[in-house]
């Protein structure tokens, strides 16, 4: 049987470049066959997208699988419009170009080597991975992926982050909506939905995306049986590695 054709990619900047090595070896490890890579570099110069480029070209050499870089040319403001722009960059991508998936993988996510393949399994529009963040402040772990716990005074949803202990046992579980760290798409979701955020509200596109395709019809997922690493921040990187 032919593996369904996936685009894997994110935007990224310079200010993660502290994590490349550890995404690259993750992306060297992934195990599906019919996998492309494209990164697009929001950064305000157009020296990390150069780096990129020497990479990506060293890693297809080594690999003999495809890997793109594309540098968005205008610096637009507020960063979460540069975001919302290069997620969109790729879901045209993965739509225009005969992809039946795109897996948004962030830069500072390094997935299991059978992601793509566990999150196909489970037969979902959106299959997120788990991976966690300090969402309740430093040292907090939470699961980056959320309940709704009722709603205020206003008819605002109250939205929870899941523990570790939610997610255990692993399993495939539906969720409010979780980050775009590790997100198998399906295309189908994307000619439905598209990425974007709203002025005046704190929420980037992650949230927007995961509420329109919900209303779309495409409830989000959570496989907690994925586990990913994920190296949220400089500080803690170097925290970990120096332990290491």
Same mark, same amino acid.
């Given at each position: ?80 419009? !540069?975001? +919302? %722009? /290069? ?8 739509? *225009?170009? &005969?992809?039946?998936?795109? =897996? ?58 899941? !523990?570790? +202990? %939610? /997610? ?8 409010? *909506?979780? &980050?775009?760290?590790?997100? =198998? ?60």
């Amino acid at each position: 049987m032919v593996e369904p054709r996936v685009l894997v990619g994110c935007p990224t900047f310079q200010g993660k470049a502290y994590c490349l090595n550890e995404y690259l070896e993750g992306l060297e490890s992934l195990t599906c066959q019919n996998a492309e890579v494209y990164l697009v570099d929001n950064s305000k110069t157009g020296e990390y997208a150069r780096l990129l480029e020497e990479k990506a070209r060293d890693w297809s050499d080594r690999t003999g699988k495809k890997f793109g870089v594309h540098r968005m040319a205008e610096n637009v403001e507020p960063v979460r419009r !540069r975001i +919302v %722009d /290069c997620r969109n960059f790729l879901r045209e991508k993965a739509l *225009h170009e &005969g992809f039946e998936y795109f =897996l948004s993988l962030e830069q500072d996510v390094i997935p299991p080597a059978n992601a793509i393949e566990q999150l196909l399994a489970c037969k979902k529009g959106l299959c997120s991975a788990l991976y966690l963040n300090e969402l309740q402040g430093p040292g907090q772990l939470r699961a980056v992926a959320f309940q709704q716990r009722g709603v205020d005074n206003k008819g605002e949803p109250l939205i929870a982050s899941l !523990r570790l +202990v %939610d /997610c255990l046992p692993g399993r495939l579980m539906e969720v409010s *909506h979780t &980050g775009l760290g590790c997100m =198998l798409i399906s295309c189908s979701v994307l000619e439905k939905t598209c990425f974007r955020f709203e002025e005046g509200k704190p929420a980037w596109d992650d949230i927007f995306f995961c509420m329109d395709a919900t209303r779309a019809g495409f409830p989000v997922f959570l496989n907690s049986q994925v586990a990913c690493m994920h190296w949220f921040n400089e500080s803690f990187y170097r925290t970990v590695k120096g332990n290491a």
